[in-house]
Each structure stands twice: as structure tokens, then as C-alpha cells.
């Protein structure tokens, strides 16, 4: 039920780009992705309500393809500022909400 | 700026203790939440709400009792204390009527150590 977060870590150099997949065993009607800072509580990014749905700000973007039920986040140009551990959440058929594995991100100068 | 309030922001107790984590929200969210989440890894759903009056078991519930008697109030105890029961603590909530597109509010967590 809970969906499966990939990688499950990645470390990149300030200007690179990252992917983050998430994928469900279940149907999906909506797609959360957050941020957690050590030590921090997670923080919402943005939500996906509809398949094929794209949207972004500054240089994170995000995807849903509904038919094969994941969700993709892109970090375009990193900065310091991105590293944390990334968390998508999902919403299923019943109202059932689960957060993602968690993908822990590093940006090294 | 946080408009969900946890206390306390750390708190050590000795085993077998009865303990009650507070969590307030001023934003008049009917959905709130607790959660489970040790460093750097996934949070479990513990207990939620619809609303006043409504509780919910999430997947670790079996330890812990929740109560909604106000919008604002979702506090969550522990009868007994264990040290299985170290970790951090969230409370969030959300509002439905806005369709979930604002997402989830976390507050600042309680950490809690259980010795």
C-alpha cells in the first residue's frame, strides 16, 4: 500500500539535475510531493490531482501519469538549498493517504 | 510561519509513564493527523480525524488513544510508555474543502525519549 520511493538516495553537485520516482501498487486520484530538512517537519511542495498533469515552480517540477499509477518529481540547476529527504504521499480509491519510502537528496558544493 | 502548534518540543520520560503529546491548528482544518517518523526515515499514520467527535486508528494505533472534542485540539496519549515508543512525533492537518490542494500542514514535532 505504501508507495515505493526511487532512488532511495542520491548526492549531486550544485547545478546538477535529479529525478525522484514514486510508484503505487494502487489506483491513484491525487499525488503530494514534500521536503523534510533534517531535523524539520516535511513541507508541502505541490499536489497532482489529474492524470498527465504537470506543474512546477522555480526549478522543481513534478508529473503524474495516472495510467501507470507513479508520480515523478524534477530538480532542475540544484541548489544547497534542496537537500532533505523527499516524500511523496498518495491518495487512493477509499480516501487512503500514504506517504512514500522517502528519497534523501544531498547537494554538495 | 506554522499555524500548528505541538508540545512539548522534547520531552524525556521514564518508562510506564502516562504521557499526552498536545497538538493545536488555528486554521480551522477539519482533517488532522498523527504521525510516527524516526530520523530520516518514512512516517507511519498513527490516529486521525475527519472532525469533532470523529477518530480514526492508522496502522500503529494499538498503543496510543486520540480524542477530537474541539476542531483545534487533537491530542495524543500514551497509557504506558515504552522505550519502543522513542521517536518523533507529527501532527498535521488538512482541509477538505479546498480539495487537499494545499496539502498537508505539519507542526514542529515532539521528540519524544522514553528511558
Known amino acids: 500500500q505504501q508507495p515505493v520511493q526511487s532512488p532511495q538516495a542520491v548526492i549531486l553537485r550544485e547545478g546538477e539535475d535529479a529525478v525522484i520516482n514514486c510508484s503505487s501498487s494502487k489506483a491513484l486520484y491525487s499525488v503530494h510531493w514534500y521536503r523534510q530538512k533534517h531535523g524539520e517537519a516535511p513541507v508541502f511542495l505541490m499536489i497532482l490531482l489529474k492524470g498527465g498533469e504537470q506543474k512546477g515552480h522555480d526549478k522543481i517540477s513534478a508529473s503524474f501519469n495516472e495510467k501507470k499509477q507513479q508520480s515523478s518529481l524534477y530538480l532542475t540547476a540544484s541548489q544547497l538549498s534542496y537537500s532533505g529527504t523527499y516524500f511523496c504521499g498518495t491518495e487512493s480509491p477509499g480516501n487512503q493517504f500514504y506517504f512514500g519510502t522517502g528519497t534523501s537528496l544531498t547537494v554538495i558544493p | 510561519e506554522a499555524d500548528i502548534y505541538q508540545t512539548p518540543r522534547y520531552l524525556v520520560i521514564g518508562t510506564g509513564k502516562k504521557i499526552t503529546l498536545e497538538c493545536s491548528q488555528t486554521?480551522?482544518?477539519?482533517?488532522m493527523y498523527w504521525y510516527q517518523q524516526d530520523p530520516g526515515m518514512e512516517l507511519h499514520l498513527i490516529h486521525y480525524s475527519y472532525g469533532v467527535n470523529s477518530t480514526e486508528k492508522g496502522d500503529l494505533s494499538s498503543e496510543s488513544t486520540v480524542s477530537r472534542i474541539r476542531t483545534e485540539h487533537f491530542p495524543l496519549t500514551l497509557e504506558s510508555a515504552r522505550p519502543s515508543h522513542t521517536s518523533q512525533y507529527l501532527c498535521a492537518s488538512s482541509d477538505p474543502k479546498t480539495g487537499g490542494v494545499y496539502g498537508y500542514t505539519f507542526g514542529s514535532g515532539t521528540r519524544l525519549t522514553v528511558v
Open positions: 486554521m480551522g482544518h477539519d482533517k
